[in-house]
């Protein structure tokens, strides 16, 4: 098992270094804006929309390695996906990373399966979520800032 969170971690800290999509993406119709403040991730998720398909997604930001390579290995898991199925991903990863998904389901997620040392790390959850909660807004079209901490006013309300 050991072996196994290496090659995970391996794979994180790939995409921390080499962060793919990250760019402002050219012909975006939709962005949103993220914001950790518990961790100070922070980022910009564009995607070119076409009806319910996303059809380009990429990202800028600066935070965690846990936060971009989350948000690199999302940008390319939604791409070409609608946002019913992009719901069910998230979903999910959000199991997943809270430690409240079946194990059984976890091959599911492909390779985000890597992130789900996450669920080991409470304090991480945010981070390895921050990237979904911006793609959210940015789906609903929302222009504000999106917060983590919303999420948890919002979960204890
Ligand atoms: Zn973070």
């Known amino acids: 098992m050991s072996e196994i969170n290496e090659l995970y971690q391996e794979v994180i800290l790939d995409h921390n270094r080499e962060p793919r999509n990250f760019q402002k993406l050219a012909g975006a119709n939709r962005q949103g804006v993220g914001y950790n403040p518990l961790c100070?991730?922070?980022?910009?998720?564009?995607?070119k929309l076409e009806g319910d398909r996303v059809?380009?997604?990429?990202?800028?930001?600066?935070?965690?390695?846990i936060s971009k390579?989350?948000?690199?290995?999302?940008?390319?898991?939604?791409?070409?996906?609608?946002?019913e199925e992009?719901?069910?991903?998230?979903?999910r990863?959000?199991?997943?990373?809270?430690?409240?998904?079946d194990p059984s389901a976890i091959s599911?997620?492909?390779?985000?399966?890597?992130?789900?040392?996450?669920?080991?790390?409470?304090?991480?959850v945010k981070c390895a979520t921050l990237a979904w909660h911006t793609?959210?807004?940015?789906l609903e079209g929302k222009g504000e800032m999106v917060s983590t901490e919303k999420e948890e006013e919002h979960?204890?309300?």
């Open 93 to 101: 990863f959000h199991k997943m990373v809270t430690g409240n998904l």
């Open 108 to 124: 599911e997620l492909g390779k985000l399966k890597v992130f789900f040392g996450v669920s080991e790390f409470p304090a991480r």
């Open 55 to 65: 059809q380009e997604i990429s990202f800028l930001g600066s935070g965690c390695a």
């Open 69 to 83: 390579a989350s948000a690199s290995m999302m940008t390319m898991n939604v791409k070409g996906k609608t946002r």
């Open 135 to 138: 793609l959210e807004a940015a």
């Open 40 to 47: 100070g991730d922070k980022m910009t998720v564009y995607l």
């Open 155 to 157: 979960v204890a309300s």
């Open 86 to 91: 992009i719901e069910q991903l998230f979903s």
